[in-house]
């Protein structure tokens, strides 16, 4: 009878193999993470920016054609989802029985007439932007212009 004899071959990485891939790895993350956390603020921005233009500009400005006016300050952008009780409305205005919240996932800020331009014939849609907080530079609003500052 022949005896075979079979050799036992550990097969593992070694621990410079394995120090060398965290390394890569620790490297590529150091590079990607860093611009993805930049690409998802710069997209909540983007879909809030888009949310108050358009869902709501294009939302508001059927209630105003239908009532006659924009929400008061009181009524909000619930108006656009809830009868006011304010005739000729022929809502509900958006496709959400809700009002859909911000990026961040607070409430829009709505005022009519306008407190940012200090127009009476305009409305200010305001998300408080990244931080959550109302009334510095990272809000997102329907005006083009920047906040007046020294408000």
């Known amino acids: 009878m022949k005896k075979t004899l079979s050799k036992k071959t550990n097969r593992a990485f070694t621990l410079i ?5 965290i390394t ?5 993350a150091a590079v990607v993470v860093p611009r993805f956390f930049g690409r998802s603020r710069e997209a909540r921005v983007v879909a ?12 508001l400005d059927l209630f105003e054609q ?8 009181d009524e909000a952008l619930d108006a656009l989802v809830r009868d006011p009780q304010i005739q000729n409305w ?4 958006l496709k959400t029985t809700m009002v859909p919240l911000d990026p961040w996932g607070n409430e829009y ?17 305001i998300s ?17 212009e920047p906040r007046d500052e020294n408000r």
């Open 90 to 93: 022929r809502g509900p205005y």
């Open 109 to 125: 800020k709505y005022s009519y007439p306008s407190e940012l331009t200090n127009s009476e014939f305009l409305y200010d849609i």
């Open 24 to 28: 890569i790895i620790s490297v590529l």
């Open 17 to 21: 193999e394995l120090l060398l891939v």
């Open 128 to 144: 408080a932007g990244p931080d959550t907080v109302f009334g510095n530079e990272d809000d997102v609003t329907n005006h083009d």
């Open 66 to 73: 239908d009532t006659g006016k924009y929400p008061a300050k």
């Open 48 to 59: 809030a920016r888009q949310t108050i233009v358009g869902t709501f500009g294009i939302a």
